[in-house]
């Protein structure tokens, strides 16, 4: 039996038992852009998708979860793991936001929780066998002391960030023995980033081509190691980074710099080559002013975009471009996000995640002008946390995407054609304000040029310099789930005083 065919008859005969949503059909050819179809799933965040485009692989917060999407139209659960690690005196592992598969050994997935500092609740790398999705079957747990937000897998090495408020350093975990056989952090390469504030250079994520790893550090830029042996990482370069004596200072002023651009270095994924690199940068709003009835309330920031890099040369990347977030009613962090969050590259498409303010499929095939092909986006239903790539081509390709829900709609995950097209009646992102009629002037920055010194945030005629207070967001539970953890531990001391 063929795998595909395995895994209709898997989704049949393993369903039972399990919650799923129906989900509709659109086709794409000919008609409006649209997805194809959708299933539910609790708690989607990050999903990855296995090399024949058929299998995606879920964070769930609470678990993990495959999907057949083999049949774009009729995407559907085989296999819903949740409370792992439940038999740990902490356990289960909770706060799941991320799963990778091996690129190099795709029958091999790694699991990794919490994403943020959670007590007495266990936390650590979970190693799960694959190579029958609709039975996926545990091999190992590693224990941490730390929350891991963030990971990548690649020949048996499971690259993790720890966020200890310390050195916020990357870890390498040999998955056969489970053993730490390499550590790198900022202080590597200067011992004064010591002095920088922990919430303004955590290690939100990192990404591995070949022998090359690309570390997100927030406001501490990307940096670039050759890690040809995982046991001695060694720098070749950087991305954006400012001078450490930039960001050092009282933690308590770096609260809402933290949140705010420039900075903000979130995602980052390269192409195929390798050459190409993508940044992508995750940002809020700050309101300030309004403390009188003759002063002005204004917005500090804004949502960022996802810059674009040549990184041929690791010791000199040079700048292409900046893609733009869409525009938001209320770009606070109560607001309506529509900063930039997961993407991935291939064949010279970008394939971009914007929270509520959809997905998109740029032509990056020169960086320096990239081209929009697609935008999806319904802001009421979905917010998406990544978009990811199963199988190319316009004519049978499509692409999925995670929707981690709405106040008006559950998470999902969701499959897209992978051709151009524009969408029916496209809800306008600026009319989602609600009550209110305090005005607002959006005077921060949201990218980053050559040097990574900040830039005008790029606005339209249709992105009036006016916004609406109390635009209703995600609220505290659910805003802390998607922040980087720097920005959590802003928000939890911010609480406590």
């Not at 607001?335 to 032509?363: P, Q």
Request: proline share 8%.
């Amino acid at each position: 039996m063929h795998r595909r065919d395995f895994l209709r008859a898997g989704a049949l005969l393993g369903a039972s038992g399990l919650s799923l949503s129906t989900s509709t059909r659109a086709d794409a050819h000919p008609g409006p852009y649209e997805p194809f179809g959708h299933v539910d799933v609790e708690g989607a965040k990050e999903a990855v998708v296995s090399p024949d485009g058929t299998v995606a692989y879920l964070a769930a917060t609470t678990g993990y979860v495959t999907v057949d999407i083999s049949t774009p139209d009729r995407p559907s659960v085989l296999a819903e793991i949740r409370n792992p690690v439940d038999e740990h005196e902490n356990g289960p592992l909770r706060g799941i936001f991320d799963v990778k598969l091996d690129v190099t050994d795709p029958d091999t997935l790694v699991v990794v929780g919490p994403a943020n500092p959670l007590p007495n609740v266990v936390a650590g790398a979970l190693v799960v066998d694959v190579s029958d999705p609709a039975a996926p079957e545990r091999v190992s747990f590693f224990e941490t002391q730390y929350p891991i937000h963030n990971c990548f897998v690649r020949d048996g090495h499971a690259y993790l960030t720890r966020n200890d408020g310390e050195a916020n350093a990357l870890v390498v975990i040999d998955l056969e023995s489970g053993e730490t056989v390499g550590e790198w952090s900022l202080t590597d390469a200067d011992e004064a980033w010591a002095d920088v504030p922990s919430e303004r250079r955590p290690l939100h994520d990192v990404s591995v081509y070949e022998d090359t790893a690309y570390l997100a550090y927030w406001d501490a830029g990307t940096w670039i190691l050759d890690v040809s042996s995982p046991a001695d990482p060694t720098l070749l370069g950087s991305v954006a980074a400012p001078d450490p004596s930039e960001l050092s200072g009282s933690p308590s002023g770096s609260r809402g710099e933290a949140l705010v651009p420039p900075g903000n270095h979130h995602y980052v994924a390269t192409d195929e080559s390798g050459t190409l690199l993508g940044v992508g940068k995750e940002s809020w709003a700050q309101r300030i002013g309004g403390n009188d009835e003759d002063s002005e309330t204004r917005l500090i920031g804004g949502p960022s975009g996802i810059d674009l890099w040549d990184v041929s040369d690791p010791a000199a990347p040079e700048y292409r471009s900046t893609i733009d977030p869409p525009p938001s009613p209320d770009p606070t962090f109560s607001g309506v996000w529509t900063t930039a969050h997961n993407f991935e590259f291939h064949d010279g498409r970008l394939y971009s995640a914007w929270y509520r303010g959809g997905v998109k499929r740029h032509d990056v095939s020169d960086p320096t002008n990239p081209e929009q092909l697609t935008w999806w986006r319904m802001p009421d239903e979905a917010s998406f946390w990544t978009a990811q790539l199963a199988t190319p081509g316009a004519e049978t390709g499509y692409f999925v995407g995670t929707s981690w829900g709405t106040p008006n709609a559950p998470s999902r995950l969701y499959t897209f054609p992978d051709h151009a097209g524009q969408q029916a009646s496209p809800p306008d992102l600026m009319a989602n304000a609600s009550n209110g009629s305090t005005t607002d002037s959006l005077v921060g920055t949201a990218a980053s040029g050559t040097n990574g010194s900040s830039q005008t945030q790029s606005r339209t005629d249709h992105e009036a310099d006016t916004t609406t207070a109390g635009t209703p967001g995600f609220g505290t539970e659910i805003g802390a789930g998607a922040l980087g953890i720097a920005s959590w531990r802003l928000l939890q001391r911010a609480r406590r005083e």
